[in-house]
């Protein structure tokens, strides 16, 4: 039970556990509101803990469309207790950055009992102006800095914006260079369907096979919209304790954070070079290597990303990714299960909620309550990562 | 150099330092991005702590505005270096927070060096979606909670929102209930206009009379537009460092953390019972009680705010906050200054930045650099203290 470290500080901390963890499912639910969806996760949390509203002294909520103070909002309907409440918003990974924010609470000691909830609304309204003003500036950021001009479709409509046509090129580039397959990067979207459909929470619950994936409409060549994620709705609540709340609730089984790693782009840096940086320093935080995972829930949104990223986390040589999916080694029942939640893939991807679904996802599997879709190897250890738009990258260790 | 103690899990945690303070004035600014105003306050702030972009490991970014990933937009713009990077909303109080997360970033061992960024504009579009959108389910809230029908000037457009109104209600019920007199109220505005002229970061550099106070448009009875804040654009950074920090940078005359306590609303509670119960907890963990703070910055967005928080901070006895200001106990040459940097009133409110505005204010002066502004007891401790809306309350105590 070794506390978690810091990476540049390489101060110890107090140690932090998961304890608690609910889901309301992923999709599009039009007729549901923010509380609607907010509501269950935190409950299911709450249950799981076996703690009250009333014993959480520090609330973190991850969203990027739910409109200004939407933690406070969410919180007091469960009741006015006083408790802290910070809003993060970190694009595809604000979910993960609230835990960490969460996290933080409690390893510096402000407190023993912390909630993190991610929740968010992203099937109907898919680029309200707040997440849009961000898009653009971003884009044309890139452009400036690439020296092109001002992407044409600009405006305020709905179009599939970058982050497709960089997935591409980098399927296109990994293939090129290695000579991995469309089969093989085709594979990762069958394997995540495959465990999506044994996950109540997921937004598609039905196999696809890999003639499916390779039909399916094409975004940009390589990859067809089964390559991609879908735009969803959905809520993941996770409860985090010191160890002296952990004693004073009775916890068993808490699931201890042994890594909390946050970095960005550094330099010309690319994903998989943050993602390698970062898993580096939370192997070394953790004390547990690449060898030692588990399994892995990753940054999916498109199916390439699996290939890329099992790389950069160690779990393979470079350029070994894609035989490594070929090989079964990251499906449910393989040496190292990737994404057994179905991942952005086929469990979905609302944003806020993502990046603790990954974390709630751990926590059942680690502790053997994942049911239908238990990982027969019964891991002790999980990696959670995420990337978000504008180079953050976080990759956060868990044990029991 | 005691360090920074807990609230609720009482445990001590590494002591952590403000070392640097850089603004960019607050005001109408059409014409300059988010870019322009971030970019000097940042300079502005490495160049006071001596370090250079390279050696900041974590920024914290607070705004309602700006659009997702704000921070690593406006961060990369000095170079990617891979320092974390998490974006912070906690609508008025955004930026308090954002420096909170900072604190608890290097109070917790995660780093040495961090920033705190506030920036946002909020004079050309006052509520665009993202923040239209809270507003509203908020007022949904509270005319539920108070059985009253929806707002019925709903809808899009701008309009004078519940603040008014609600603050229009704590002044008279103070005049009724203490003999809290209007001139007494209006005073603060023209102790903060004073105080503004002053700093050149101000919004407004032009001290007002009393006279011009009570004859200036009339929002909600008795509340003219001069008992208000304005709105405005600007942009606020400091730099906070661990002791290890301090030692290697070799800075002089660090500004310490001492408490930095985030609460919400509790049960029927109002802004001023919270921020009572996280003052009481600030001076505790800080050590540094009430009679001992030497200066104040605290959430004036309407002139009745310092005769009540005045109270609640326990600066004088319930009821007397009116008397305060008018013996001039508050004034800038007073037993304890309250907004010596103009406050929300006459420095202005952009929301982003104005938390961390107040923090850079009590840097300046605790280590005698305010200039013309400089409060002549030369205060060796400050508290700033923030609410939004949603009921989150934020009190912070700092010194030599």
Not at 199 to 211: D, F, G, H
Request: aromatic share 6%; proline share 4%; glycine share 12%.
């Amino acid at each position: 039970m070794k506390p978690s470290t810091a990476t540049g500080a390489g101060v110890d901390t107090r140690a932090v556990a998961v304890v608690g963890a609910g889901l309301h499912r992923y999709g599009k639910f039009d007729e549901l509101t923010y509380h609607d969806l907010a509501q269950p996760a935190i409950r299911g949390a709450l249950e799981s803990a076996g703690v009250a509203w009333g014993d959480i002294e520090a609330g973190w909520c991850g969203h990027t469309q739910g409109g200004i103070t939407l933690g406070a909002r969410i919180f007091s309907r469960l009741g006015k207790t006083g408790l802290s409440i910070t809003n993060v918003e970190n694009a595809s990974a604000s979910g993960s950055y609230a835990f960490r924010g969460a996290w933080l609470e409690v390893a510096s000691g402000q407190c023993d009992v912390a909630i993190a909830l991610g929740v968010d609304k992203r099937s109907r309204e898919i680029s309200p102006q707040f997440v849009q003003a961000g898009i653009e500036a971003l884009e044309a950021e890139e452009a400036k800095a690439a020296g092109k001009k001002k992407s044409q479709s600009g405006g305020r409509a709905f179009r599939p914006f970058s982050p497709v046509a960089k997935f591409a090129v980098m399927a296109r580039e990994h293939m090129d260079k290695y000579g991995t397959t469309i089969d093989q990067v085709a594979q990762v979207s069958v394997k995540q369907h495959a465990n999506a459909a044994l996950n109540e929470y997921a937004q598609y619950q039905k196999p696809v096979t890999l003639e499916e994936v390779h039909e399916a409409r094409m975004l940009v060549d390589p990859l067809t919209v089964l390559h991609s994620c879908p735009f969803g709705d959905g809520a993941a609540a996770v409860i985090l304790m010191s160890e002296r709340g952990i004693e004073r609730f009775g916890i068993e089984n808490p699931v201890w954070v042994r890594a909390s790693i946050s970095q960005s782009q550094e330099g010309g840096d690319d994903l998989d070079a943050t993602t390698e940086k970062a898993a580096r320093c939370a192997y070394e935080a953790s004390g547990i290597g690449p060898d030692e995972i588990g399994m892995v829930e990753l940054h999916d949104a498109f199916t390439i990303e699996e290939i890329v990223y099992v790389e950069s986390l160690g779990l393979c040589a470079p350029g070994e990714g894609g035989k490594l999916v070929e090989s079964g080694a990251t499906a449910r029942d393989g040496r190292v299960p990737v994404n057994s939640s179905g991942g952005l893939l086929a469990m979905g991807h609302p944003f806020g909620p993502t990046g603790i679904g990954q974390i709630a996802e751990i926590f059942w599997q680690l502790r053997g309550e994942a049911g239908e879709r238990q990982i027969p190897s019964r891991p002790r250890s999980g990696l959670a990562h995420m990337v978000g738009m504008g180079g953050t990258c976080i990759v956060q260790v868990f044990s029991l």
